[in-house]
């Protein structure tokens, strides 16, 4: 179901271009205007703008490394705007593609960083490879044959 939600938000540029944009300093956003030609032109996001993703989108997904935190520091502003979209009842995602620590791992850094975050929001790439090879009903441990 998660991997439907992402293919269909790839088809919508303006949304990446969003999502891009909120990992530079200070949560910029940058939204497109389709030019004459065709061709789509980044311009600054509005206030309004901002309000209208925030009003359209349920659930939102944060890659971890590098948007909610540096090494071993949250990146400011993340806290706030984690419980401002708690506050208006949106579902958070956090996903990574380091797949060195486990769910319960990257819960441990979640709260050592002050984040309230459920280890059922944390996708891992070694938590999807587990899902996956359990949905297949993979039962061989590595080196059996």
């Given at each position: 179901m998660l991997g439907?939600?992402?293919q269909a938000q790839r088809h919508c540029s303006w949304r990446q271009q969003a999502i891009r944009a909120t990992r530079a300093p200070k949560f910029r956003m940058v939204t497109c205007n389709a030019s004459t030609n065709g061709s789509i032109?980044?311009?600054r996001a509005t206030v309004e703008d901002k309000q209208?993703?925030?009003d359209n989108v349920d659930c939102f997904i944060f890659d971890c490394d590098g948007v909610i935190w540096r090494g071993d520091s949250v990146i400011d502003g993340v806290p706030e705007t984690l419980d401002m979209l708690r506050g208006m009842g949106k579902r958070l995602v956090f996903v990574t593609n380091n797949s060195t620590k486990s769910r319960a791992g990257y819960l441990g850094k979640f709260t050592g960083l002050g984040l309230n975050v459920k280890a059922e929001e944390i996708y891992?790439?070694?938590?999807?490879?587990?899902?996956?090879l359990e949905s297949i009903n993979f039962d061989k441990k590595v080196g059996q044959s």
């Open positions: 439907k939600r992402l032109q980044p311009r209208r993703l925030i891992s790439s070694s938590y999807a490879a587990a899902a996956y």
